[in-house]
C-alpha cells in the first residue's frame, strides 16, 4: 500500500506537470496547494453502509494531506498521523489547520501546523471528535480592547437525529488558543461544511426535515449564520437539488456548491451556484449528470474554483481541475492516479472577510425572539385567515436524540424528544415578543383560539442575548418590512423561561391514555378491540401491551374498507398537526383543518360526518384543559413517551472560561 512509500518530495504526476507544460503558466497559479489525497483502495462504498439520513460516511480513514509546490512536487504535510484530511490554510498564508487523528483508536482533532511542517500542535479539545476547521474572521464585542481570532469547526455528537439515523453534527467556535468553546447550531441533524463569506456570515450545509407532515422531503440545505452563532437563516432557498452540501462563495460573488438528488454516500454531485447579492432568486445548474461528479469547490480567482472531479461512471479516481462558473470550462491542474486527490486549498496570504462586532454574552442563558406580523406567510394562509385568529404562539424544545431504553420499543420512542418551553400570546397586530432560553433547539407554532397549531416552523434558536427577529412565517426575502412600531415592542418580552427540569411535556402513557379511559373507553363504547376504533382501554388499569396496541391503532394511516368483524382502522391521530386529527376533529364535534391543508390531506383519512365524542348522553365532553391537553399532545409530535430526564449535555453549551 501506498501508505509505506517514502514520506519525502516526489515528483509530481501527469495532469499536474502536463498543465505546467503546455501552458507555461500553471492554470492553478504560483503558489503551492494542499490536497487530501484518500488511497485508491480506501474509497470505496463500504458493503455494509447503513443508511444514515443524509450525510454520506466518512471516506478519510487513511488518507493524508500533501503540499504541491508550483514545480509539482509533493511533500507529506501531515507525516505521523494514521489520517488526515480538511486543511485549512490560515489568512496569512504560512499556516494551516487540518482534521487528523493520530490512530486508528483516536478520536479526529484539530491541529494548526506551519507550511513548512515545523510546529505541530492540536488545538481542539481531546475529548470532541472534531472536523472540517476554518480560520474566520476576527470577534468583537464593544467593551472588548481587544479582538480576538478564533477558528470554526464540525464536531458529531453521539446522538440520533429527527429520522433516528446516528448521528447529528454541529458547527462550533473556538478560541485558536484552545479555549471558549462556543456551540453555533443547535438542530439536531447534520450542520457542517463551513465557509466563511466575505460579509463575515458562515455558509453551511444543514440537514432539514420539514415539521409539516406532508411537507416535502428531508433536505440538505445552505444555512448562514454569524460566527458565534446568531442570526442563522435558510441561505438562497428552496431552488436546486435536494441535497446541496460543500458551499464555497468566490471573489467574482457566487456561492458554488456540490448538490444531488440522492444522497450518494461521498456527497458527491454536480456544481451549482447562487449570486451572493441575490441569493433567494439565482440560482443556477453549472454541470449536468452524466458525465462527471465533483466534491470540495475552493474559491481560486474570479468565479473561478478548484474542484475535485472523477469520471461519473468506471473506476476512475477524483483529480483537482479548475471550474470556471462563468464559462463552465474545466482545466486539469493535479492528478495522481494512485489517490484520489480532493479538497484543494491554495497556500497564498489572502484578504480576510469583514470582522464580527457580536451582541451574544456567554454570561446570560436567554435571548429574544419578536415577530413583526403572524400573518405574514405563503399567499394561502394570509386569506384565509382573520386578523386576531392567531391567538398565541408555542415555543417547544426539542431534546437531542437519545435512543429508546431497553424494553421500550423504538416506535415508540421519539428520536427527538419535544417538550412545551411554552406559550405567549400574539398581539391584535400579529407580533409577538418572548425571551425563551438560549442555545436550544425550539420549534414554533402559531396557534389558533383552540390552541391548536396553525404552522409549524423549522428548528430555529437564539444564542446568550441575541434579540432576534423575523417577520412571519415567512416574508418575500427579497422585500424589506415596513417599519413599524408593532404592539409586541410596546412591552416587555413575555418570559417562557422555566429551567430545563420543569419543562412539562405530553405524553400518550402519561396524559392522554387516562383521559381515554375515563372518557372513551367505556363498556359499550371504545372499551374492547372490537368496537368501533378499538381501543383496550376498559380495563381500571391497562397493560403496557394494551396501551401500546391502542397507540398503534391512534396512529397507524387509513389502510381501507373494514374487515370482516373487524374494527376499522383508521388515521386518527396526525403526528405533528392537531387540526388535522381525525380524533381531534371527533371530541370537539367539528372539522378543525384549515384550507391551507388541502393541497396535502392527511393521507387517506376517513371520509366520514364526524360526530361529536362522546355522543350525548354517554358521558361528560372533554373539558377545555383536557381539549388543550390532547392538541399540545398531538401537535408536539404525539408522542408515546418520552425520556425522563434531559440526555447528557453536548459537548458545550457555553462558552468555557480560559
Ligand atoms: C408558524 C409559521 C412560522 C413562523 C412564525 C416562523 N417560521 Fe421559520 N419556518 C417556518 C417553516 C414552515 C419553515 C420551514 C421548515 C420546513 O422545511 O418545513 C421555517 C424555517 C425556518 C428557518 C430555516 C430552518 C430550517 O429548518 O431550514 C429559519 C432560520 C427560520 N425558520 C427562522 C425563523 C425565525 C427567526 C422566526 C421568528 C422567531 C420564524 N422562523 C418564525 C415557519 C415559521
Not at 107 to 123: K, Y
Request: charged share 20%; net charge neutral; hydrophobic share 40%.
Amino acid at each position: 500500500m501506498n501508505r509505506s512509500r517514502p514520506l519525502a518530495w516526489r515528483a509530481s504526476v501527469l495532469l499536474g506537470g502536463l498543465a505546467f507544460g503546455l501552458a507555461g503558466r500553471p492554470a492553478s497559479g504560483d503558489f503551492p496547494l494542499l490536497i487530501t489525497q484518500v488511497p485508491r483502495s480506501e474509497m470505496a462504498a463500504p458493503a455494509d453502509a447503513e443508511p444514515r439520513g443524509l450525510v454520506c460516511a466518512d471516506p478519510f480513514e487513511h488518507a493524508r494531506i500533501v503540499v504541491r509546490s508550483p514545480a509539482g512536487d509533493l511533500r507529506v504535510l501531515s507525516t505521523g498521523f494514521a489520517s488526515a484530511c480538511d486543511p485549512d490554510v490560515s489568512f496569512d498564508g504560512q499556516r494551516a489547520l487540518f482534521a487528523g487523528r493520530r490512530d486508528g483508536e483516536a478520536r479526529w482533532r484539530i491541529w494548526e501546523i506551519d507550511l513548512d511542517a515545523q510546529g505541530l500542535r492540536p488545538v481542539s479539545p481531546e475529548n470532541l471528535d472534531a472536523r472540517m476547521p476554518i480560520h474566520v474572521s476576527t470577534l468583537f464585542t464593544l467593551d472588548s480592547p481587544e479582538p480576538w481570532f478564533t477558528f470554526v469547526f464540525v464536531s458529531r455528537a453521539a446522538t440520533v437525529n429527527e429520522a433516528g439515523h446516528a448521528a447529528g453534527s454541529s458547527l462550533y467556535n473556538l478560541k485558536l488558543d484552545g479555549t471558549e468553546l462556543r456551540r453555533l447550531t443547535f438542530s439536531p441533524n447534520h450542520n457542517l461544511d463551513p465557509f466563511q463569506m466575505w460579509d463575515g456570515r458562515v455558509i453551511y450545509a444543514a440537514e432539514t426535515y420539514s415539521q409539516e407532515p406532508g411537507g416535502g422531503p428531508a433536505r440538505m440545505g445552505i444555512h448562514a449564520l454569524h460566527i458565534e452563532g446568531a442570526d442563522m437563516e435558510l441561505y438562497g432557498g428552496v431552488a436546486g437539488r435536494r441535497v446541496q452540501r460543500m458551499p464555497c462563495a468566490t471573489e467574482g460573488g457566487l456561492v458554488v456548491f456540490v448538490e444531488s438528488d440522492d444522497p450518494g454516500w461521498l456527497g458527491t454531485g454536480q456544481l451549482a451556484c447562487l449570486v451572493a447579492s441575490r441569493p433567494a432568486a439565482s440560482y443556477r445548474r453549472l454541470s449536468e449528470p452524466g458525465q462527471s461528479v465533483f466534491l470540495h469547490p475552493t474559491p481560486l480567482r474570479a468565479n473561478t474554483v478548484f474542484v475535485a472531479r472523477r469520471p461519473a461512471a468506471g473506476e476512475g479516481t477524483f483529480a483537482i481541475v479548475t471550474f470556471d462558473a462563468d464559462t463552465g470550462r474545466c482545466e486539469p491542474v493535479f492528478d495522481d492516479p494512485e489517490f484520489h486527490d480532493v479538497q484543494a486549498k491554495p497556500v497564498r496570504a489572502r484578504a480576510r472577510p469583514d470582522g464580527h462586532s457580536t451582541v451574544v454574552n456567554p454570561k446570560f442563558d436567554t435571548g429574544v425572539f419578536y415577530g413583526l406580523n403572524a400573518y405574514t406567510a405563503d399567499p394561502l394562509r394570509p386569506v384565509h385567515l382573520k386578523p386576531g385568529e392567531i391567538k398565541r404562539v408555542r415555543f417547544i424544545e426539542g431534546l437531542p436524540g437519545a435512543a429508546a431504553p431497553a424494553g421500550v420499543s423504538g416506535t415508540n420512542w421519539p428520536f427527538v424528544a419535544r417538550r412545551l418551553v411554552g406559550e405567549a400570546p400574539v398581539e391584535a397586530d400579529g407580533s409577538f415578543n418572548v425571551e425563551v432560553p438560549a442555545d436550544t433547539p425550539l420549534l414554533l407554532q402559531t396557534l389558533d383560539e383552540r390552541g391548536l397549531a396553525l404552522g409549524t416552523s423549522g428548528w430555529v434558536w437564539v444564542k446568550q442575548k441575541e434579540t432576534r427577529g423575523c417577520i412571519g412565517c415567512h416574508e418575500d426575502p427579497e422585500l424589506v418590512p415596513e417599519n413599524e412600531y408593532v404592539l409586541a415592542l410596546r412591552r416587555p418580552s413575555n418570559r417562557l423561561v422555566l429551567p430545563p427540569a420543569q419543562r412539562r411535556t405530553v405524553t400518550f402513557r402519561d396524559d392522554i391514555a387516562p383521559m381515554l379511559q375515563r372518557h372513551c373507553a367505556a363498556a359499550g363504547c371504545h372499551g374492547e378491540g372490537d368496537t368501533p376504533a378499538g381501543l383496550p382501554l376498559a380495563a381500571p388499569s391497562s397493560s403496557e401491551a394494551e396501551l401500546a396496541a391502542t397507540y398503534a391503532r391512534l396512529m397507524t394511516p387509513w389502510s381501507g374498507e373494514a374487515g370482516a368483524g373487524r374494527p376499522r382502522p383508521g388515521r386518527y391521530v396526525d403526528a405533528g398537526r392537531a387540526r388535522t386529527s381525525w380524533l381531534v376533529w371527533q371530541v370537539t364535534g367539528t372539522r378543525t383543518d384549515r384550507p391551507w391543508d388541502a393541497s396535502e390531506p392527511a393521507p387517506g383519512a376517513p371520509s366520514r360526518p364526524v360526530k361529536l365524542m362522546p355522543p350525548p348522553g354517554k358521558g361528560p365532553p372533554l373539558d377545555p384543559q383536557q381539549l388543550r391537553t390532547l392538541a399540545q399532545w398531538i401537535d408536539l409530535g404525539a408522542q408515546y413517551d418520552c425520556p425522563r430526564e434531559s440526555p447528557a449535555p453536548a459537548p458545550a453549551n457555553r462558552a468555557s472560561t480560559p
